[in-house]
């Protein structure tokens, strides 16, 4: 039997390699609004988070998602967030 190759990535924060399940994944779309992506395979360019309280909160402080988007993120996408992460 063959064995499936797991997909990893890397938190953004804490520079992690996890499986793509196991993280988040934030878009920023092709017109240039910013999504949480809970599918995975949404147009853009994007950026993974652990599914965690503490990270998405880091990141919201340090602002990190938006260098790497390089567009201004919403509070509402923080907040969606971490929703999702509970």
Known sequence: MKIRKIP???CVVTKE???KRDLLRIVRTPD???I???SGKANGRGAYLKRSE???KQAEKTKILERILEV???SCVYEEALKCCK
Do not use: A, F, H, N
Request: a negative charge.
């Open 8 to 10: 990893m990535r890397t």
């Open 17 to 19: 390699k996890c499986e």
């Open 32 to 34: 240039g609004s910013v």
């Open 36 to 38: 949480v992506d809970l």
């Open 54 to 56: 503490d990270v998405i």
């Open 72 to 74: 201004q993120v919403p």
